[in-house]
C-alpha cells in the first residue's frame, strides 16, 4: 500500500489533529481478542495428512459456502483453505496450482517478523522501546540524525516511523502512520544483528521447524510458501502461540499488544496485523476526502478478525468467536483491499450465509 504524496499531505492533517499531544498516550493498546483454546487440532508433524470435517457435519449450509467458493474462483483466486477448530473444511486450488505449489505471500510475511520480534524480545535480545539505531547504526535513514535516534523498533511495528517509501523524514515517530515497506524492511536488519545470524536461519530455528512449515522459498526478505503452511502459521497465532502443547512465545503481553489496537490513528494496526472490529481505519488509497473511515474494515467479517493481509489480497483470516481460520492465495482480485466493497467484504457476505446459526463456534 502506497501513497500518492497528496495523501501524505492530508494524512498528517487528519493525523495531527487526532494525536493527543502527550507522548505517554502515543500507543494505547486494546484488549486482545484472541480467546483461549480456540483450536483442538494440530496437523501431524512431518505429514502432509490433515484432518477434515465436512460442513453438514458442522451445520452449515453447504449451498452457500459453494457460493463463497465459487466467488473466490472467479476472483482470480489460487488457493482457498477454511479450516474450524483446525481441521480442513473446504480445501481448494485453481489456476494449476495443488497443496505443494509455491507462492509470493507478500506483506502476509510481516505478521511473521512481527512474532520473531516478539521472540527476541523474550529471549532478552532486544526491546521493541530501544531506537533502530542501536542495532543498526546511524545513517539507516534520510532523517535528520537527531530525529532518527528517536524511532524505535516499535515504530517499525506500528507503521509510525515518520518515514516515507524512500525513508525520508515525514514527521516525528509515532505523530504520522504510513505504510513504508522500506521502514519496515529494517526489522531484518535489526534480526540479524540481535541474534547473529542471517534471518533465514533464525525463522528455520525458531518459527518454522517448530511449527513444520517445510515447503517455502525466501527471495531475498520476500518468502514464497504453500497455503496448507501458512495455515500453520494461522494456526499458532489462533491458539494464542501455542503448537501442539507447546509454547513458542512465552511473552503473553507482547502477544497481547501484537494482536491489539496500537495507536490512535490507525486504530486497525497492531504490530504488523490489522484488526477488523475497530471503530475507524485508515484507509491510505483515499485521495480525496477523508482518509479516515468508519469502521470495521470488513463489515461482513466477524469483528475479532485478525488480519495477516498481503498484495492483492493474499490472507491469512483468523476468527476466535468462530474457531475459523481461512487462507487465500491469488492474483488481483480487480477488487478493492479495504472496504465494504472489497473481495474479503464480499467473500465474507457469503460465507456467513453459510455458518450463520449453525454451530461454527
Given at each position: 500500500m502506497r501513497h500518492p504524496f497528496i495523501v501524505l499531505i492530508l494524512c498528517s492533517l487528519f493525523f495531527l489533529a487526532a494525536c493527543d499531544e502527550d507522548s505517554e498516550n502515543e500507543f494505547v493498546a486494546s484488549p486482545s481478542p484472541v480467546k483461549d483454546s480456540i483450536l483442538s487440532y494440530f496437523p501431524?508433524?512431518?505429514?502432509?495428512?490433515?484432518?477434515?470435517?465436512?460442513?453438514?457435519?458442522?451445520?452449515?449450509?453447504?449451498?452457500?459456502?459453494?457460493?463463497?467458493?465459487?466467488?473466490?474462483?472467479?476472483?482470480?483466486?489460487?488457493?482457498?483453505?477454511?479450516?474450524?477448530?483446525?481441521?480442513?473444511?473446504?480445501?481448494?486450488y485453481w489456476q494449476d496450482k495443488n497443496e505443494d505449489s509455491l507462492h509470493q505471500i507478500e506483506s502476509v510475511a510481516k505478521s511473521m517478523v512481527s512474532f520473531?520480534?516478539?521472540?527476541?524480545?523474550?529471549?532478552?535480545?532486544?526491546?521493541?522501546?530501544?531506537?533502530?539505531?542501536?542495532?543498526?547504526?546511524?545513517?539507516?535513514?534520510?532523517?535528520?540524525?537527531?530525529?532518527?535516534?528517536?524511532?524505535?523498533?516499535?515504530?517499525?511495528?506500528?507503521?509510525?516511523?515518520?518515514?516515507?517509501?524512500e525513508l525520508n523524514y515525514l514527521a516525528d515517530p509515532?505523530?504520522?502512520?504510513?505504510?513504508?515497506?522500506?521502514?519496515?524492511?529494517?526489522?531484518?536488519?535489526?534480526?540479524?544483528?540481535?541474534t547473529g545470524q542471517l534471518f533465514p536461519e533464525f525463522f528455520e530455528q525458531t518459527l518454522f521447524s517448530k511449527i513444520k512449515i517445510s515447503?517455502?522459498?525466501w527471495h531475498g526478505i520476500h518468502l514464497a510458501m504453500t497455503a496448507r503452511d501458512m495455515a500453520?502459521?494461522?494456526?499458532?497465532?489462533?491458539?494464542?502461540?501455542?503448537?501442539?502443547?507447546?509454547?513458542?512465545?512465552?511473552?503473553?503481553?507482547y502477544f497481547r499488544d501484537m494482536l491489539s489496537?496500537?495507536?490512535?490513528?490507525?486504530?486497525?494496526?497492531?504490530?504488523?496485523?490489522?484488526?477488523?472490529?475497530?471503530?475507524?481505519?485508515?484507509?491510505d488509497k483515499v485521495t480525496n476526502g477523508n482518509p479516515f473511515q468508519p469502521g470495521p474494515i470488513y463489515p461482513a467479517m466477524p469483528p475479532d478478525a485478525l488480519l495477516a493481509m498481503g498484495h492483492f489480497d493474499q490472507r491469512i483470516e483468523i476468527i476466535p468467536s468462530l474457531d475459523l481460520i481461512i487462507i487465500r492465495q491469488g492474483g488481483d482480485t480487480g477488487l478493492p483491499e479495504l472496504g465494504q466493497h472489497s473481495f474479503d467484504n464480499e467473500f465474507w457476505s457469503r460465507l456467513m450465509k453459510a455458518i450463520k446459526n449453525n454451530g461454527a463456534g
Open positions: 501431524a508433524d512431518g505429514t502432509s495428512t490433515w484432518e477434515k470435517v465436512t460442513p453438514d457435519k458442522l451445520g452449515w449450509q453447504v449451498n452457500f459456502l459453494q457460493e463463497a467458493i465459487d466467488f473466490a474462483k472467479e476472483k482470480n483466486s489460487y488457493s482457498l483453505i477454511i479450516l474450524h477448530k483446525g481441521r480442513i473444511v473446504s480445501e481448494n520473531q520480534i516478539g521472540k527476541l524480545e523474550e529471549q532478552g535480545k532486544l526491546k521493541i522501546t530501544e531506537p533502530v539505531s542501536q542495532y543498526v547504526g546511524d545513517g539507516w535513514s534520510k532523517a535528520p540524525l537527531q530525529k532518527e535516534k528517536t524511532i524505535t523498533i516499535k515504530h517499525l511495528l506500528t507503521m509510525s516511523s515518520g518515514l516515507d517509501s509515532g505523530r504520522m502512520w504510513y505504510y513504508s515497506n522500506e521502514a519496515f524492511a529494517v526489522l531484518f536488519k535489526i534480526i540479524e544483528a540481535a515447503n517455502y522459498e500453520r502459521f494461522g494456526l499458532l497465532i489462533g491458539n494464542k502461540g501455542m503448537w501442539n502443547g507447546e509454547r513458542l512465545l512465552q511473552e503473553e503481553g489496537s496500537s495507536q490512535n490513528i490507525q486504530k486497525a494496526y497492531g504490530y504488523l496485523w490489522w484488526l477488523n472490529g475497530q471503530s475507524d481505519y485508515f484507509d
